[in-house]
């Protein structure tokens, strides 16, 4: 799908849920081996977020009824992320620019452990 184009060296995904400690894994085993089949409709224009020098472009999603009991609250698509500087609103514009596929088909749910760099994080 073109939005992996879009990233610097990570999958584009939607985080179910985050800071999630090793003994409460087993509550979302669930899901993990569930087929899934969910279209996914980028609904705002590319925004950033910041948090301790750690900045992300993302955008919300909207999917069709019903959604499932695992779906997270303000669900949202990251597109690039970056350390220490926030993006410029020319980077933003161009990568906004990009975004001319709206929606796309999620199938699979994968536990990352995110600890360090963005381009270290590893499948669990």
Not at 2 to 27: G, R
């Amino acid at each position: 799908h073109e939005w992996y184009s879009y990233t610097n060296n990570f999958n584009p995904h939607i985080s179910i849920q985050t800071h999630i400690e090793e003994d409460d894994l087993h509550k979302y085993s669930h899901i993990l081996n569930k087929n899934i089949n969910i279209c996914v409709k980028l609904q705002t224009p590319l925004y950033q977020t910041s948090q301790n020098n750690f900045y992300a472009l993302q955008c919300n999603v909207l999917i069709d009824d019903p959604y499932p009991d695992w779906w997270p609250e303000n669900a949202h698509i990251s597109f690039r992320y970056q350390y220490d500087k926030p993006f410029s609103d020319d980077e933003i514009k161009n990568i906004e620019k990009l975004l001319t596929v709206r929606e796309s088909t999620f199938d699979h749910i994968v536990l990352m452990k995110c600890v360090g760099h963005y381009s270290d994080w590893v499948k669990v």
